[in-house]
């Protein structure tokens, strides 16, 4: 079992950073690829971007390639989502997944449905 609490929401402006950050117990984290996923008022959730269990593979959405990074500390069980050159598109509700998987390289996956475990999520409001 994995719970997962996300904190560094807030309003930004646009153009500026934040960082978004995401806590987890339990003893199976190490074993789990873990994803960033955000939903905006009135649409569906949708993938922002995904790292592997041990740190080296990582997947971006297109929308945010080349301004957000995410990362994971394994010691600490944190992931992190650095975001860059923000828009008023990237406002969301952003939510911290994470789906167990039994070998280091398999595919990371971008459905919400194939997560095992959710954080309760983080608004983030970028104004224009």
């Known amino acids: 079992q994995v719970s997962l609490v996300e904190s560094g929401g807030g309003l930004e402006q646009a153009g500026g950073s934040a960082r978004l950050s995401c806590v987890a117990s339990g003893s199976i984290f190490n074993r789990c690829n873990v994803a960033w996923f955000r939903q905006a008022p009135g649409k569906e959730r949708e993938f922002v971007a995904a790292i592997s269990r041990n740190g080296l593979d990582t997947r971006y959405a297109d929308s945010v390639k080349g301004r957000f990074t995410i990362s994971r500390d394994n010691a600490k069980k944190t992931v992190g989502l650095e975001m860059n050159s923000l828009k008023p598109d990237d406002t969301a509700v952003y939510y911290c997944?994470?789906?167990?998987?039994?070998?280091?390289?398999?595919?990371?996956?971008?459905?919400?449905?194939?997560?095992?475990?959710w954080g309760q999520g983080t608004q983030v409001t970028v104004s224009s």
């Open positions: 997944a994470a789906k167990h998987v039994i070998l280091s390289n398999q595919l990371l996956r971008v459905t919400p449905a194939e997560y095992d475990y």
